[in-house]
């Protein structure tokens, strides 16, 4: 067939599908082990799971996961980097197979995508400027907490989280924020947060690797309480690919099995987040 | 004066009641600020003491001499020629804009050690795509001012329809509609091409109401009489209206220029590793994202002020006939 064709079979299936993009089953799954190369959609500002290391690559640990899960395959990966609402936006069109990103599988997210595998869990945390009063998350009531939009903290704080994961641990909201504000990604909200305790945040809720990173790097911040919740991260792909979840779900299983993700949680972590604690 | 004449007036800032007025403005201005804790009192140090404990006279004295030397400096100024003034304005302005970013206290070593990497992959990626986006929205925008000024139906209403909807729209929202919207339909596109579409398109819009109103700046008279002399539609337009309706659309036109280039960072949301991605990421890991941050914004003015130049060069052959 030539492009054309296929573009006119595409467009007439779409056009009876009313939009829904087919895919029909092993369709990824053929065109990855076709090109030999499977193309990976990844965030590029969310350190240490994946960020521009200094030799300006991609590194971190859902980059050396989706990197490992290409061996599993024997395919080459290349990396895509969206913005997360793209991402999350689905409709990918072909245009990444897979995303390795730590997106945790919610019942919404589960009507656009499939999770093959969840490969760790990460604490998340509630963080507050140093010179804060709070000694415990009830003295952040009434406060003013900030989270990067449509992610699961964002979901926490506002008491609109679902974990339907299998071997996602119960939570309960112990958080009573008077407002929430959204920030494109956690970074710019621990900027808000640094300038000074209650100026623009009270405090930030985003996961415990992140605030301890920031916390590395000189931010006047602390973390305080527990972590509220144990976040499942999954693989995504589209739905409608049984066959390639199937060989993600393989590969993460073996990683797990011969301890290679547990090796790369301490690499990039300092504990193995990949079992629940 | 907005043009040169030859009528004798004293210098604005040299006349008594505006040098009063200017050193009363800044010596209160600057009385409202504490400024104990600067480098400034540090060198006050001799006349008021220990800076946090001198007070009023502190503050007041502190104020005194910044008014004192702002004052001299405007009065200086205004001796020298034209030429001189601008340059002088300029460097000072430039110099305060120094100490401003001095007060982010920026790591140079990690400027220097990224600085190739942002410019070999994220100056190029935002030219080329400006560039590219440029030419296009240029040719739109020809082809959009000639159907909006047609008497044509369908083509005022299409172009009346593309000018109201793109410039109606975010373009970030374009961006979105355009990298997800067009797949919908068959079109997998990628993320650079989604991106040059949406800046042509969007940009088209507002460059074919610039286009448009050049035109009809021309007086009415000049196409009658290029029609009565026999010419045609495209002879009229070629060599009559177009030559004396761009010195009315350059300007304009080059303000577009400047803010695509800057709106160029908008296709960042869809992946595309231009400046201003690379800015947001290559610091992230290591929390120096506003070295990156500033060193893209120096980038994006010195791109900016080529543009500039390059505007001012053209202005300047087009007004050839308006010089004395």
Request: glycine share 6%; hydrophobic share 50%; charged share 15%.
């Amino acid at each position: 067939m030539t492009i054309w064709n296929r573009r006119l079979v595409t467009m007439a299936a779409a056009a009876l599908a009313l939009g829904a993009y087919p895919a029909h089953a092993g369709a990824v799954l053929d065109r990855v082990m076709a090109a030999g190369t499977l193309n990976v959609a990844t965030d590029a500002n969310w350190a240490p799971q994946s960020f521009v290391n200094a030799s300006n690559e991609l590194d971190g640990f859902d980059v050396d996961v989706a990197k490992a899960i290409g061996k599993h395959l024997g395919v080459k990966v290349e990396f895509i980097t969206p913005g997360w609402d793209i991402i999350t936006a689905g409709h990918w069109a072909g245009r990444w197979d897979m995303h390795a990103g730590s997106m945790t599988p919610t019942k919404k997210r589960a009507e656009i995508f499939d999770f093959p595998a969840v490969y760790y869990y990460t604490p998340a945390a509630v963080a507050v400027h140093k010179d804060s009063k709070a000694k415990t998350l009830a003295d952040l009531d009434g406060k003013v907490v900030g989270a990067t939009s449509t992610s699961t903290f964002e979901a926490y704080a506002k008491k609109d989280l679902t974990l339907d994961a299998a071997g996602a641990p119960p939570f309960e909201y112990k958080l009573n924020p008077k407002e929430v504000h959204s920030y494109e990604n956690s970074t710019t909200a621990f900027d808000d947060l640094r300038l000074g305790d209650g100026v623009r945040l009270d405090a930030v809720v985003s996961s415990l690797p992140s605030i301890l990173d920031a916390e590395k790097a000189g931010y006047p911040i602390k973390q305080v309480g527990d972590p509220v919740f144990y976040e499942p991260l999954a693989i995504a792909i589209e739905r409608g690919d049984p066959e390639l979840s199937a060989k993600i779900a393989d590969a993460v299983k073996a990683m797990k099995a011969d301890g290679t993700l547990s090796k790369l949680s301490e690499k990039w972590y300092g504990q193995d987040y990949s079992k629940t604690n | 004066m907005l043009y040169p004449d030859t009528v004798e007036a004293e210098i604005l800032v040299h006349k008594p009641w505006f040098v009063a007025t200017m050193f009363g403005v800044v010596l209160l201005l600057f009385m409202a600020f504490n400024m104990s804790g600067t480098s400034f009192a540090e060198l006050m140090r001799p006349v008021i003491g220990e800076p946090s404990v001198s007070g009023f006279y502190g503050r007041f004295a502190i104020a005194f001499a910044i008014a004192v030397i702002f004052t001299l400096n405007v009065v200086l100024i205004g001796f020298a020629p034209l030429k001189f003034q601008i340059g002088i304005v300029w460097l000072e302005l430039l110099l305060l804009f120094i100490a401003f970013f001095e007060t982010f206290h920026l790591s140079l070593p990690f400027i220097r050690e990224k600085l190739p990497f942002l410019i070999s992959q994220g100056v190029v990626t935002t030219l080329y795509v400006s560039a590219i986006s440029i030419v296009i929205a240029s040719v739109i925008a020809v082809a959009g001012a000639v159907a909006k000024l047609s008497s044509n139906g369908f083509a005022y209403a299409i172009a009346s329809f593309y000018t109201s909807f793109f410039r109606g729209l975010p373009l970030l929202m374009q961006v979105y509609l355009i990298y997800l919207g067009l797949p919908q339909l068959g079109f997998v596109i990628n993320a650079v091409p989604a991106g040059i579409l949406a800046l042509s398109l969007c940009y088209g819009a507002y460059m074919t109401e610039i286009f448009r109103s050049g035109i009809q700046s021309i007086d009415r008279g000049q196409w009658e009489a290029s029609r009565s002399m026999g010419f045609g539609f495209t002879l009229t337009m070629r060599r009559i209206i177009l030559p004396q309706a761009l010195p009315v659309i350059i300007p304009p036109t080059g303000n577009q220029f400047i803010s695509m280039l800057k709106d160029s960072s908008l296709v960042s949301v869809i992946g595309v590793w231009e400046l201003m991605f690379l800015a947001r990421t290559l610091g992230q890991k290591t929390f120096q994202h506003m070295e990156m941050l500033i060193s893209a914004a120096m980038i994006y003015w010195m791109l900016s002020i080529c543009l500039e130049l390059i505007q001012a060069r053209i202005e300047r052959h087009y007004h050839r006939s308006k010089a004395r």
